[in-house]
């Protein structure tokens, strides 16, 4: 594994093992990734910087993770919800996929690194909350749908006092300007934003901080065509 990679991630303080698992991570996603499409990103120093800092960034917000459950909504190829596993083996992970071939490829990532406390569910959000309402303690996302969208489908799954980490790039001041209407009718508010630059100039990022100040009405999530067409 090149140092130059290893280095961009020095500032988390990973354990050995934590940094031997993202790179054993890496070589299974860039393996599988020749059969199925999980992500164009895969030369190293990119992948270690647009996959694995850009999903650590959350512990720079001092956000406590431990014995903590969090849904990762729409994961894709499991960033943020299983680099952040990685880095807190106590954290109680759930990660949320519509696409059987990804959750396959998630659940060959979870036995290849020996993970505990994670699990996959192949399903979309608006049906994985009847069975989930308000459960989790932290609901992360990253790069799935503009923040109006979003918020109806991850603030019914975290309960009263609980926390939405939405992962946005550049844009994401107007995306919260056009989320006024759908914090306030499911219950959200936005506590902060963290702002940070990618290492080697690779772009402005933010994290939106959403605290869930009230219970989120039944009528919410809508089915996703509504959800989509109509947002909030």
């Given at each position: 594994?090149?140092?130059?990679?290893?280095?961009?991630?020095?500032?988390?303080?990973?354990?050995?093992?934590?940094?031997?698992?993202?790179?054993?991570?890496?070589?299974?996603?860039?393996?599988?990734?020749?059969?199925?499409?999980?992500?164009?990103?895969?030369?190293?120093?990119?992948?270690?910087?647009?996959?694995?800092?850009?999903?650590?960034?959350?512990?720079?917000?001092?956000?406590?993770?431990?014995?903590?459950?969090?849904?990762?909504?729409?994961?894709?190829?499991?960033?943020?919800?299983?680099?952040?596993?990685?880095?807190?083996?106590?954290?109680?992970?759930?990660?949320?996929?519509?696409?059987?071939?990804?959750?396959?490829?998630?659940?060959?990532?979870?036995?290849?690194?020996?993970?505990?406390?994670?699990?996959?569910?192949?399903?979309?959000a608006e049906d994985f909350v009847k069975t989930k309402r308000e459960f989790f303690d932290i609901a992360t996302s990253r790069a799935v749908a503009a923040l109006n969208i979003l918020l109806e489908l991850t603030a019914p799954l975290v309960k009263k006092g609980g926390h939405i980490y939405a992962y946005k790039g550049s844009n994401y001041k107007q995306e919260i300007e056009d989320s006024k209407n759908a914090l306030k009718l499911l219950g959200c508010k936005v506590n902060k934003v963290y702002e940070y630059e990618l290492p080697n100039e690779m772009g402005l990022h933010a994290v939106i901080d959403i605290m869930k100040v009230n219970t989120t009405p039944n009528l919410y999530p809508r089915m996703y065509s509504k959800i989509k067409n109509q947002p909030l």
């Open positions: 594994m090149s140092s130059e990679a290893v280095k961009y991630l020095d500032e988390f303080n990973l354990t050995s093992n934590q940094l031997e698992q993202l790179e054993k991570y890496y070589q299974v996603l860039v393996d599988y990734n020749e059969k199925v499409n999980l992500t164009r990103i895969t030369e190293l120093n990119e992948a270690y910087i647009k996959h694995f800092y850009d999903s650590l960034i959350l512990s720079k917000l001092g956000v406590e993770l431990e014995n903590k459950k969090l849904v990762d909504v729409g994961t894709g190829a499991g960033f943020p919800g299983m680099v952040l596993k990685i880095q807190n083996p106590k954290l109680d992970v759930t990660l949320l996929e519509p696409s059987n071939k990804r959750v396959t490829f998630l659940n060959k990532v979870i036995n290849e690194l020996n993970l505990e406390l994670v699990t996959t569910s192949n399903e979309r």
